[in-house]
């Protein structure tokens, strides 16, 4: 085979078409995701910068993902987890997939990465199509700290953002 299971493959794809973070890809609970609207919502109990989020990540899905997001339920077919741990009642450790990354790049011969990795690349290449940096910060959920940000700019950017997944998703 190719030294990877499958969803750990589905994992490695979501990362990459999604951008987000290796433990809100694995600790996804399909409760978040509302894919009549093409909506992950990723409670700020379960973000990073939770400090100062008190509001979900909203993150826009294009067909692509709700391509991939159906192969995980059809692959893993846990009716909490997109990805289980393999006792079932709670969701995959990072260390895992990163195990199985580092076990499938020297057989098929690809430059070692780490899951992590694929943030840095979907922020690069989105920006190499002319996603500007702002939407990428904000498709990536990475805090807006600035003063107009923190204390004047309410709007949510789900058009903006919307248009820059489908444009992201288009090009992969």
């Not at 780490?114 to 989105?126: H, M, V």
Request: glycine share 4%.
């Amino acid at each position: 085979g190719s030294g990877i299971s499958l969803p750990s493959h589905l994992a490695v794809k979501l990362l990459i078409a999604t951008g987000q973070r290796v433990e809100e890809v694995l600790q996804a609970n399909w409760r978040e995701f509302d894919l009549k609207e093409k909506l992950w919502s990723i409670p700020a109990e379960r973000r990073k910068n939770r400090h100062d989020a008190t509001e979900p990540h909203i993150v826009p899905l294009t067909e692509l993902h709700i391509e991939l997001l159906d192969q995980v339920r059809e692959e893993t077919a846990h009716p909490d987890w997109l990805f289980p741990h393999k006792d079932q009642n709670q969701p995959r450790k990072a260390d895992a997939l990163y195990q199985a990354v580092h076990r499938f790049c020297p057989i098929n011969n690809i430059e070692p990465f780490a899951p992590r990795d694929c943030r840095r690349t979907f922020k690069t290449l989105a920006g190499s199509i002319g996603i500007d940096l702002e939407i990428r910060n904000r498709l990536q959920g990475h805090a807006m700290t600035d003063v107009g940000s923190i204390h004047y700019d309410r709007w949510g950017y789900l058009p903006e953002k919307r248009a820059a997944m489908q444009i992201w998703t288009d090009w992969m």
